[in-house]
């Protein structure tokens, strides 16, 4: 990929100018002193002192670590707006067939009563899941072949195939219109494990980063689009060169947004007869970082499926993120 004002050399563009460029990607995309007894040692960031307690997916004031709760959501038109992602702690931006997008929302400090549409599970979802532990997985189905190897990974299997609190909403048709009641799924998923650390760090901005526009990344028929909005401190998402509207209200925003440049190969198994996307999670590669209205350019590593991905600056210094909720897109190099 390549990156506008000199930035990379690589295949995407990312805007980081006044107007908004494209990223160009390939591999079906288109396209962060004084006297008295010394001090007690500082806490650690996830001390058991409810007033010190941080969440490791938002860097936010949390007071206990919950469960992990990850959804797949539909992002087709027909499936928009969503419901509940303005409560997700990080969004995952995956590719899959026809140039489109689907989320992986997760889940934990705060629960919306509702989420959806829930549709079907890819095969990278379970490479991204496995840095959770053995999180709930809510989603409805998958293909024929790919199901059993879903329910048999390391999840708590919350498929609406075979659990309670799933419900057919009346303003949509299906398969745009299957929604999923959080507190019914929890009750079922007792197995689930508790909120980690995956890597992120949270604190002041790195030295560096450049003041920056509008920046653009697009697969084959989805584009995304993330606006720094200083009264809000927020990234504020677009997509497909729309305001990203929630039904709870409010536009979709993001602290940080994390543009990740990975190999996207093809699954292992056929979507409606093709062979869809499967962006890898693992390896290492350049980033952009997005965060308090700069862009800065980074690298991510993630040696393993068990193990988080860690984000550093340019320097090899690590790369902090904003407290807040978190958007990762993957997308190809």
Known sequence: MRWSRGWSRRKTVVAASAGVAVAALTTGLVLVSGAGPAPPPAKA??????????????????????????????????????????????????????????????????????????????????????QFGRPAFAFSGAQPELLPVVEHARIVDLYSGRVSGYFRGTSRVAPYNLYARTSQLLTQAKGASTAHSIGFRFGPAPAGGRLTAPVSVAYQAASFTFTWSAAKGRWLVS???????????????????????????????????????????????????????????????????????????TSGQPMTFAAGPVWIVLAAR
């Open 45 to 130: 960031a996830h001390s058991t002192s409810p007033a010190q307690l941080l969440s490791p997916f938002t860097g936010e004031r949390v007071t206990t670590l919950r469960r992990v709760l990850a959804v797949k959501i539909d992002n087709i038109a027909r499936a928009r707006p969503q419901t509940g992602l303005t409560g997700a702690d990080i969004v995952y931006v995956l590719p899959v067939e026809g140039g489109l997008s689907r989320f992986l929302a997760i889940f934990s400090a705060r629960l919306p009563p509702v989420i959806g549409p829930v549709r079907s599970a890819r095969e990278d979802d379970l490479e991204l899941l496995r």
């Open 239 to 313: 997509i497909d060169g729309g305001r990203a509207a929630s039904t709870e209200g409010g536009q979709l925003s993001a602290a940080t947004v994390v543009i990740q440049h990975t190999t996207v190969r093809t699954s292992r198994f056929l979507e409606q007869g093709v062979r869809p996307p499967y962006a890898q999670s693992t390896g290492s590669g350049p980033a952009l970082v997005l965060r308090d209205g700069k862009a800065y350019q980074a690298r991510w590593s993630r040696p393993s499926a068990d193990g988080g991905t860690t984000f550093t600056t």
